[in-house]
């Protein structure tokens, strides 16, 4: 509701009643302008209170957008925030996924490198065994002792000490070596033997008679071969290379 003043209505219907009423008043010989006016004056004064409609509907238009306008903002507020949660949650993931497939992929190439130590060590042992086991063979082989022997007789000796797997290559350093003559000497340089050691006394440590004895150099020149290049093998691949060991 609106107070509306309508004052301005009043004093216009005073001023027309007060003219009509005067011109009654000359016509029937009766003052009555008086009482005229102080009806005037009276009803000038009335303030009547009338609906404004216009106004109650735009006051409740404006409530409604402001509810709008609060549930919108509460809306974006909560999907802002479901949003930042569901980020977070994805970082996260995310993240640990990442720390997993990193601890996984340490964790792999520790086991390959803790696999391939344990596989040399493995070889290594296995080497070193079967390295004594040779040596221990070599030194239970001792053939007779002959004033001569023939080159057969010689291989015979090499391939009972050597054993079947590295004879051949031991074979193939000796032939070009010496021919498997065990006197034989280099007038050059007087290397001398199977092996043609340089200086020949080098072959005392398998024996006192490795002069005259091809067993006692056969055993010298294994040792050699495995202390140096690993096995016969190992040094026949380099004699080809370099044409000496």
Known sequence: MSRISVRGFAVASATAVTTVGAAVGVASGEDSSA??????????????????????????????LQAESQDHAAESLTRQSAEETARKAAAEKASAKKEAAEKA????????????????????????????????????ISPPVQA?????????????????GQYQCFSSIVTRESEWNHT?????????????????????????????NPATQIKWGLNYMNERYGSPCGAWEFWQANHWY
């Open 184 to 212: 034989a000497t280099n007038p050059s340089s007087g290397a001398y033997g199977l092996m043609q050691a340089l200086p020949g006394t080098k072959m005392a440590s398998a024996g006192a008679d490795w002069r005259t």
């Open 148 to 164: 001569s022997y023939t080159k057969a007789e010689v291989q015979a000796m090499a391939q009972q000490i050597v054993g079947g």
């Open 35 to 64: 009482n005229d006016l102080e009806v005037v004056a009276a009803d000038a004064s009335l303030l009547v209170d009338i609906p404004a409609a216009g106004d109650a509907q735009l006051h409740t238009a404006s409530l409604s």
């Open 105 to 140: 992929a340490a964790e792999e190439q520790a086991a390959k490198e803790k696999a391939e130590r344990e596989a040399k060590e493995k070889a290594e042992r296995e080497a070193q065994e079967v390295a004594a086991s040779r040596s221990t063979a070599r030194s239970d």
